[in-house]
């Protein structure tokens, strides 16, 4: 069974930096898709970051690129999201998903969210001003 957990939420002031850590089971990262996601409450879940073995580099929504960094250990089968430089509109429950590159739809690990099937539960962020 695919399994995904992520933690490493929590309270942070403006300008700060949480990593966010999913341990992942039941498969590898060599041909999957990983992504990060968030949901603010009264908002629809977004995509945030992804990679995958088969993409030439990782994907950032433009609302974090340059500020949150997505790495693997593939060895340990972690996944990690570096958010620095943290904003208040960053407050929300932060996902990791993942599936096989070939099930997401478009060519890249950011073609398509809503075909991301596997998910762990959520940590919370909290940005405060």
């Known amino acids: 069974d695919v399994q995904l957990q992520a933690s490493g939420g929590g309270l942070v002031q403006a300008g700060g930096s949480l990593r966010l850590s999913c341990a992942a089971s039941g498969f590898t990262f060599d041909d999957w898709a990983i992504g990060w996601f968030r949901q603010a409450p009264g908002t629809e879940r977004e995509g945030v970051s992804c990679t995958s073995s088969s993409d030439s580099a990782p994907y950032y929504a433009p609302s974090v690129k340059g500020r949150f960094t997505i790495s693997t250990d593939n060895a340990k089968n972690m996944v990690y999201l570096q958010m620095d430089s943290l904003k208040p509109e960053d407050t929300a429950v932060y996902y990791c998903?993942?599936?096989?590159?070939?099930?997401?739809?478009?060519?890249?690990?950011?073609?398509?969210?809503?075909?991301?099937?596997?998910w762990g539960q959520g940590t919370q962020v909290t940005v405060s001003s």
């Open positions: 998903a993942a599936d096989p590159f070939w099930a997401i739809r478009g060519g890249t690990c950011a073609g398509r969210w809503h075909d991301y099937g596997n």
